[in-house]
Each structure stands twice: as C-alpha cells, then as structure tokens.
C-alpha cells in the first residue's frame, strides 16, 4: 500500500514542479471534468450531468455537459459519467504530529509523520484540516505556510500553536506523552495572557482553550484540575485584543454555557453530559458561536472492539497502520477494550452528541465539522471523518445536510471563503464519488480522485 502511495504522491509532485518551473503565476493545466453528478456542499439537491471547468486551481465555469462549453487550449477533458462530484472534505478539529502506529509521543511530532497524515487525509477526501494544539513552533509555522502554498502532497493545514490548559489539568500530560511546552499550562491571568501573546506572535490562527475535568463521563473516575475563570477570561480578552478567535475543549453543558458567556467563539467538541437547552442556543445564537460536535472521538473508544470485522473493509483497511491492525485483531485487547468503564460511558456520549447536533443544526446555530483524528491511535485520520458523516446521518440529518457541515460550513467556521463549495471562483478542492452520497452516505468511501487547488491529490 505504502508502495503504491509514493507512486502516486510522485507523479503529483512531479506535475507541481513542471508547473512552478513554467513561471510563478501559472497554476496547473486546466480540466475539464464532463457528465457529473455534483453535490455543491450548501445543502442543495445534486445536480445531474454538469460540466465543471478548472483554470488555474480554481473552478472557472459550471454548465450542462452538452454542448460541452469551450475551453482553453491543452485543457484535460474527464468524462466521469456515473460519478459523483463533492467539495473536498474539512477538518475542523484534528490533530497532527501525535500519533504514530498504535503510540502517542512527543517524539512523533516530525515533518515526515505529519506529511504522511496529511497525505492519508487527502486520499481519504479530507482537503484541508485543522489541527487544534499540541502542536510544535517552528516547525508547524513553516508546514502551515508549505501546505498553504502548495509545497507538498496531502492536505492544507491550519491550526493551534500549543493551546493553553492549567498545570495538572487536561489532556493529561501522561496520556498525550508531549513535551513540555507543547500545551501551555499558565497558573495566573498574566501568564495567560503571556501565553496567548507568545502564540499570537507565532501566528497561530486560533487560540484553544481546554476546560474540562477529563472524566468524560465515567462515573467515579476521579476529575483533573479545571481552569479558572480568571484564567479563561484573560485568555480570551488577550486573544480577541491580538485579533485571535478561541476555541474551547468542553465536554458538559455547564462549560458550554460558561464558555459561550465568557465569549468564546468556538465550542470544539459536542456537548455529551446532557440535553443542550434552549438557553445555550438562544446564547450561541446571539453572539454567533460556533459548534464542532466531534462525535466520532467517543466512538472510537469502542468501535474496533465491537466491530472486528471492518479491518476487512477496504474503507478502514487502506488507511490502517500495521500497529492498530494487530491490535484490533488481538481478542484480549477487544475485550479489555469492551469492559473499560469509558467504552460504556463512550456509547451514552455518542448518543447524547447526537441528539444535540440535530437540535442545534435545526434550531440555526452555527455548526462546522471535525473528529479529534489523530489526537489518539484509535482516532484514524481521513477515515474518522467518513466515520462522522455516518454518525450525523444516523442521528437525524440529510446526506446533504451532513455534507454541507464537512464542505461549506467548516470552510466558514475557519473563515475561509476560498473554499468549502462548488462554485466559480472557489479553489478546485474536489472529491470524484463512484456512488451518490445523497442516497446513502458511505458512498463517501468510494473515493475515485481527489484534487486539491487543481492538482491531482494523493491516492491510495
Ligand atoms: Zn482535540
């Protein structure tokens, strides 16, 4: 698979460099993509047979197939009659440089292990990601900007430098493994405020907060320190003064609604203690805040161990390392997995994060889209986030609806109105379906071609 990988990632390398050497402001060659089926990411019905045109790394016209519309010399014309066109996929909270193999370390924390994320998030469909923290300066500057301009193969990346939680609190240090100084833990408002400072200078495109005991529901389990709200009040006040929105890690509704009333303008994961109330929603819509439910994090604490069988589905096999294949496989790890108190707690978060993503999206607040992929092992990158459109479709939303949050909503969580739908003048970050997802959502698996910015994107 790694073979074949390369292989591929070779070629659109290659295709990259014969374009920068040809002169700075030539994108790659244009493509004509004919008899279509495109889903524009809004939450529109699909549009049968269009003709969707790609100049310069942008979409330059939307028609019928037939007559098929003029196009320029040299253009590349794919008929993908039967296939069906999406919005590359987004991540709005993911992590990378944790996780390598069945293991998280500091150490992990490489130009090579996250490149080869990135590359598994684009084969997947995942077109640009956001990684929430944990992270390393400068070394998540300098990819930041390579992916951005287009350097490498895989996925845009955005992100947290750090992030800041308080000493002794969430994540633990003695489950992420990181090293110090990859979560800031300020114990005053002033050291808060340094922090925030320190990764504004950076040029973080985010702050984020943790505020959270970490019990994640299990009952008895004994709670970490929590962040004052002297703490997160400085935070804050610091990173909306440097120009810095805040994204903060909760887990129960009464953090929610603090975080909403101390203006955070993101919520990073669901709420999955209890029943969102009319009171947070009245909350987040009047100051806008927005909403990643994340549902797939607590699924993962179960799945694999409950359903042995997927690591024979290609979906999940193609993007599995070798480490969890053979953990997934070993029965005494499923079942020790089954008994832990969290695969129970995990089964009652997913359900309690469903039924509030569904009031939330039809009460209009402002939901994106986002897993927690590769904050942990069983997080699997690219295929977590196929994973949380099944979820959101099995609480209650449309296909449409649960594409349009992983396509035009996360671009507009992000503030990125260069992406997210299929429309002129919106980069060409496209995803080719072998099936319809708007008649079933794991067509989404049968990924066919994935472009990202006109350029043919990493395969497996
Ligand atoms: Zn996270």
Request: glycine share 10%; net charge negative; proline share 7%.
């Amino acid at each position: 698979m790694m073979l074949r990988l390369l292989a591929c990632l070779a070629a659109s390398v290659a295709g990259t460099a014969a374009v920068a050497r040809a002169g700075a402001p030539v994108g790659p060659p244009p493509v004509l993509f004919t008899h279509v089926r495109v889903i524009d990411g809004t939450g529109a019905p699909a549009q049968p047979d269009r003709a969707v045109l790609v100049e310069n790394g942008r979409i330059a016209a939307i028609t019928a197939s037939d007559p098929a519309p003029p196009v320029p010399a040299g253009t590349t014309v794919l008929n993908l009659a039967g296939d069906t066109m999406i919005p590359g996929l987004m991540s709005d909270h993911s992590h990378v440089g944790l996780v390598q193999g069945a293991t998280v370390d500091g150490g992990h924390f490489t130009r090579a292990v996250i490149l080869a994320a990135l590359r598994q998030y684009e084969a997947y469909g995942v077109t640009t990601v956001t990684a929430l923290g944990v992270t390393k300066s400068p070394l998540f500057d300098t990819l930041r900007r390579e992916q951005h301009a287009g350097t490498n193969a895989g996925a845009d990346l955005f992100g947290v430098d750090q992030g800041i939680s308080v000493p002794g609190g969430a994540p633990p240090d003695g489950m992420m493994h990181a090293d110090p100084g990859q979560i800031l833990r300020p114990a005053t408002p002033k050291d808060a405020r340094a922090a925030v400072d320190r990764m504004a200078d950076e040029g973080t495109d985010l702050v984020k907060l943790w505020v959270d005991d970490f019990r994640n529901g299990v009952a008895g389990k004994p709670g970490l320190p929590i962040m004052s709200p002297a703490i997160w009040q400085a935070a804050i006040e610091e990173a909306h003064a440097r120009g810095l929105r805040v994204a903060v890690h909760i887990h129960d509704l009464r953090y929610a609604r603090l975080m909403v009333a101390a203006h955070a303008d993101i919520l990073a994961h669901g709420v999955r203690d209890q029943p969102v109330d009319q009171a947070l929603i009245d909350a987040m819509k009047r100051a806008g805040t927005w909403y990643i439910p994340t549902i797939q994090l607590d699924e993962a604490s179960y799945l694999y161990a409950a359903e042995p069988g997927l690591i024979d589905q290609p979906e999940l096999a193609q993007g599995l390392d070798p480490a969890l294949r053979a953990e997934f496989s070993d029965a005494a790890w499923r079942q020790k997995t089954l008994n832990a108190p969290l695969a129970e707690a995990s089964r009652r978060a997913v359900a309690m994060n469903q039924q509030n993503l569904v009031r939330l999206v039809r009460a209009g607040v402002n939901v994106g889209f986002g897993t927690d992929s590769g904050a942990m092992p069983l997080r699997i990158p690219g295929y977590a986030e196929h994973r949380e459109l099944r979820l959101y479709v099995q609480a209650g939303l449309t296909p449409l609806e649960a594409l349009s949050l992983a396509t035009s909503r996360a671009a507009a969580l992000m503030k990125l109105d260069d992406r997210g739908s299929i429309a002129v003048g919106r980069r060409a970050d496209l995803v080719i379906l072998g099936a319809d997802p708007s008649a079933d959502i794991t067509a989404v698996d049968r990924i066919e071609q994935v472009w990202r910015g006109g350029v043919r994107g990493a395969s497996f």
